[in-house]
Nanobody, 120 residues
């Protein structure tokens, strides 16, 4: 199977920056799309940023111009650089990857989530 391990969450002041990382390991044949989602209290989980295998990206309107998603294919890693953070960005952030495993079955895998808290 596949496991995703996230890191980089924590407490940051408004206006500050934070970088999240997510590394996949296990029986990986290939990885297609990668993305970051978040869920704030009382809200639905939403897509923050996504990156396709070819490198194209998409962002939620609320984070455009502030967040940047990138990846390192050789390391099976996706990053989320978050700048100009504000308290509305406070949420649990989840990493997701679309993985084809060595038995050639494609499905989504999720990290356990990492808490990002932005103080005012």
């Amino acid at each position: 199977q596949v496991q995703l391990v996230e890191s980089g969450g924590g407490l940051v002041q408004a206006g500050g920056s934070l970088r999240l990382s997510c590394v996949a390991s296990g029986y990986i044949f290939s990885i297609n799309a990668m993305g970051w989602y978040r869920q704030a209290p009382g809200k639905q989980r939403e897509l923050v940023a996504g990156i396709a295998s070819g490198g194209s990206t998409n962002y939620a309107d609320s984070v455009k111009g502030r967040f940047t998603i990138s990846k390192d294919n050789a390391k099976n890693t996706v990053y989320l650089q978050m700048n100009s953070l504000n308290p509305e960005d406070t949420a649990v952030y989840y990493c997701k990857m679309e993985v084809t495993t060595t038995n050639y079955y494609r499905r989504d895998y999720w990290g356990k989530g990492t808490l990002v808290t932005v103080s005012s």
